[in-house]
């Protein structure tokens, strides 16, 4: 495995902890109820997994990459397609999925063509991290893992969201990951 793939993974992992340190300044400002906090110490076991059974796998396993650098321009795609979410909800974006009662739904950045970007970022993350690595396997358990948890998730929170006034009327007709898809 090479160092920079660890690189990598370490970027990516630096990154996270500055979502992290978002998600909390902007909890610690909002109230209301959260989208299944039951599986929440499941994604976050996913999220911590990430970072560890990739490399693990290409150390233990010597795996190589294939195709590289597809793999890391998808990852930046996903990264940046997630920094644009959370600019997009300000104050209002969490990793809890927490709904204040006050939200004002919003049309705007990538919400402009599907409803929930943040997670479709993380779905590519879950492949492009791993395999950029050569971790086939990692990518493949990690991936239905974090599908497992936002089925619930998302689940939970659109049953919030439709209760926000205005929800429903801009965003409801709209593809939940790809536009003109489900």
Same mark, same amino acid.
């Given at each position: 495995?090479?160092? /920079?793939?660890?690189?990598?993974v370490?970027?990516a992992?630096?990154?996270r902890?500055a979502? #992290?340190? =978002?998600?909390?300044r902007?909890e610690?400002?909002? /109230?209301?109820p959260?989208?299944?906090?039951a599986t ?5 076991a996913?999220h911590v997994?990430?970072?560890i059974l @990739? @490399?693990?796998e290409?150390?233990c #396993? +010597?795996r190589? @990459?294939?195709r590289q650098?597809? $793999?890391i321009g998808?990852?930046? %795609?996903?990264?940046?397609?997630? !920094? !644009?979410? =959370?600019?997009t909800?300000?104050?209002s !974006? ?6 204040p009662?006050d939200l004002? @739904?919003?049309? %705007?950045g990538p919400? /402009?063509?599907?409803?929930?970007p943040?997670?479709?970022a993380?779905?590519?993350?879950f492949v ?7 971790a !086939?396997?990692?990518a493949v358990?990690?991936? %239905?893992?974090? %599908?497992?948890?936002? $089925?619930?998730?998302?689940?939970a929170?659109? /049953?919030?969201l439709r209760a926000v006034p205005?929800y +429903?009327?801009?965003?409801?007709k709209r593809?939940r ?5 489900f």
């Amino acid at each position: 495995m090479s160092r /920079r793939y660890l690189a990598l993974v370490g970027l990516a992992a630096v990154m996270r902890a500055a979502e #992290l340190a =978002i998600s909390r300044r902007n909890e610690r400002r909002s /109230r209301g109820p959260v989208a299944a906090p039951a599986t929440y110490p499941l994604m976050v076991a996913a999220h911590v997994a990430l970072f560890i059974l @990739p @490399p693990l796998e290409a150390i233990c #396993l +010597q795996r190589r @990459p294939r195709r590289q650098g597809v $793999w890391i321009g998808l990852l930046a %795609a996903a990264t940046g397609l997630r !920094w !644009w979410s =959370i600019r997009t909800l300000g104050p209002s !974006w969490n990793v809890r999925a927490l709904v204040p009662p006050d939200l004002r @739904p919003t049309a %705007a950045g990538p919400y /402009r063509f599907v409803r929930h970007p943040n997670y479709l970022a993380v779905a590519l993350e879950f492949v492009a991290l791993p395999l950029a690595g050569g971790a !086939w396997a990692s990518a493949v358990a990690l991936s %239905a893992l974090n %599908a497992v948890v936002l $089925w619930d998730r998302i689940r939970a929170e659109e /049953r919030l969201l439709r209760a926000v006034p205005g929800y +429903q009327e801009l965003l409801g007709k709209r593809a939940r990951f790809i536009p003109g898809v489900f």
